[in-house]
Nanobody
């Protein structure tokens, strides 16, 4: 059984930075793509960023130029570096696995993903 655990959330002032981590265990790390999603109160879940097994990345428009997704194969971990944070980035952030290891175009289409973590809260104060 795959374990997915997010960490790194917290309270940060507007303009600040955070780095989220998503650690996985129980399977071969390079066998799946990874995605980051977020959900704010009373809003639908939103795809934020994704990375495929070959390193292709995707970002939703609102975070382009501010967020960076990366993966460390030695640590079985995917990161989301978030810079220049804004109040509208406040949400519970989740990561999940895309088991289609042949996928070459990254996407945050939610139906592609399984094995979701419990999330880590990011709060940006204005």
């Amino acid at each position: 059984e795959v374990q997915v655990v997010e960490s790194g959330g917290g309270l940060v002032p507007s303009g600040g930075s955070l780095r989220l981590s998503c650690a996985t265990s129980g399977s071969t790390f390079g066998a799946y793509g990874m995605g980051w999603f977020r959900q704010a109160p009373e809003r639908p879940r939103e795809g934020v960023a994704a990375i495929t097994t070959n390193g292709t990345t995707y970002y939703t428009d609102s975070v382009k130029g501010r967020f960076t997704i990366s993966r460390d194969y030695a640590k079985d971990t995917v990161y989301l570096q978030m810079d220049n944070l804004k109040s509208e980035d406040t949400a519970l952030y989740f990561c999940a696995l895309d088991w289609n290891f042949r996928r070459t175009v990254a996407s945050t289409t939610a139906r592609m993903y399984e094995d979701w973590g419990q999330g880590t809260q990011v709060t940006v104060s204005s």
